[in-house]
């Protein structure tokens, strides 16, 4: 990349205390997802990055209070173009909607996913969506991720996202999450209490990690739903929101979300594999086990109480009714 490709138009950040001692080009890549961290090297090495004024190598260590101004090439495109993608509307009024997102369908572009995102379709079947996200990110205040499934909720005008995502960031949101998990637990609830941060080495992964300027504090409470022979049926309930934390919480105490390619080491599970029958490679389910079940809300105008239910899935539905025939205790 040559300086030519360097945009004209600046972007600034100003490095919060949690993230002192992160690489520049990490930093960068948690600021600005829709860039490659690849990429981001390169906008460095050319010149497009200062911090305080100065350039700096993508292996730079940052400090708290550091100025970072980006010159950001352009995308290639600003935002998503309307898709008529059928959507499962729960709830909607002019300040916002609810939306049960079904599992494959990615929340907002970035590379790789330019088509067939969530924010493709409601820009094709909302009028009018809040732009506090940025031109990428119409009316979401909140994502979940790719493969789970359930409730999301968008926001259709600033002023509802504003106060939609102080509900967020303040925990005053209830959210109730379904997983399948690998595994029986030794209690009927508990409760991890564990940070969460950047992977040491795999990006696309987070960790438990203590200790670290990208680690914070993170809860999940659960209790069981119903208990199997080598598998078991959760209700989780996450107090914070961070990255991957129920997948990543329940891996941590043994029991990995069920077909969990990242935390669980496997992506499929046959009918087979449940009923103890070889022969039967009928697959039952080829994504995480979680599903973003429940969510209460303030209503961003009213302050009236609004909870959102998504049914469950045929595949998660039909995985518990073989667990139910061939796998009680």
């Not at 067939?116 to 409601?122: D, F």
């Not at 995480?288 to 899935?313: C, D, N, T, Y």
Request: glycine share 8%.
């Amino acid at each position: 990349m040559s300086g030519d490709e360097i945009s004209s138009q600046p972007s600034e950040r100003v490095v919060p205390e949690e993230h002192a001692g992160a690489r520049l080009d990490w930093f960068l890549a948690q600021q600005f997802p829709a860039y490659s961290r690849v990429l981001l090297r390169k906008m460095i090495t050319a010149g497009g990055v200062q911090v305080d004024g100065q350039g700096a190598k993508p292996a730079y260590k940052l400090r708290a209070g550091q100025r970072i101004v980006v010159s950001l090439p352009d995308l290639p495109r600003e935002g998503p173009e309307p898709e008529d993608v059928p959507l499962n509307v729960l709830y909607e009024d002019e300040q916002l909607a609810a939306i049960n997102k079904p599992p494959g369908m990615v929340v907002h572009p970035g590379k790789g996913h330019w088509a067939g995102t969530l924010t493709a379709a409601l820009q094709f079947h909302f009028n009018q969506l809040s732009g506090v996200g940025g031109a990428s990110r119409p009316g979401i205040v909140h994502r979940l991720d790719r493969d789970t499934s359930g409730v999301i909720v968008v926001a259709k005008t600033d002023q509802a996202h504003m106060r939609l995502a102080e509900q967020f960031e303040t925990r005053t949101v209830e959210k109730e999450y379904f997983a399948v998990c690998v595994g029986v637990p030794d209690r009927d609830r508990d409760t991890v209490d564990q940070p969460i941060g950047a992977h040491p080495y795999q990006r696309e992964k987070m960790a438990i990690r203590r200790d670290h300027p990208t680690s914070r504090e993170a809860q999940t409470f659960f209790e069981v739903a119903e208990r199997f022979d080598g598998f078991s049926a959760l209700r989780v309930f996450p107090k914070s929101g961070r990255t991957h934390q129920i997948r990543l919480h329940l891996a941590h105490i043994g029991l990995p979300v069920l077909c969990d390619r990242l935390y669980g080491g496997r992506a499929r599970i046959t009918r087979g594999e449940i009923t103890r029958d070889p022969s039967d490679e009928q697959p039952l389910l080829e994504r995480q086990a979680l599903h973003a079940r429940r969510l209460k809300i303030e209503h961003p105008l009213s302050g009236e109480p609004l909870e959102f239910v998504a049914p469950l899935p045929a595949d998660i539905e039909a995985v518990l009714a073989a667990l139910r025939e061939y796998r009680l205790g």
